[in-house]
């Protein structure tokens, strides 16, 4: 785990949506989606 990924995860609560979390990070929003999975994968 990664903080960038807790920190992602932080973003997609706050704003509610994993679009506008991905423009507040400046990337895609399947970076994000992929970020959060693999916290969910993560032991």
């Given at each position: 785990?990664?903080?960038?990924?807790?920190?992602?995860?932080?973003?997609?609560?706050?704003?509610n949506?994993?679009?506008?979390?991905?423009e507040?990070a400046?990337?895609?929003?399947?970076?994000?989606?992929s970020?959060?999975?693999?916290?969910?994968?993560?032991?």
């Open positions: 785990m990664r903080s960038e990924q807790l920190s992602l995860l932080i973003d997609v609560a706050k704003y949506s994993i679009s506008l979390a991905a507040h400046f990337i895609t929003q399947p970076v994000v989606s970020s959060i999975s693999k916290l969910e994968e993560a032991p």
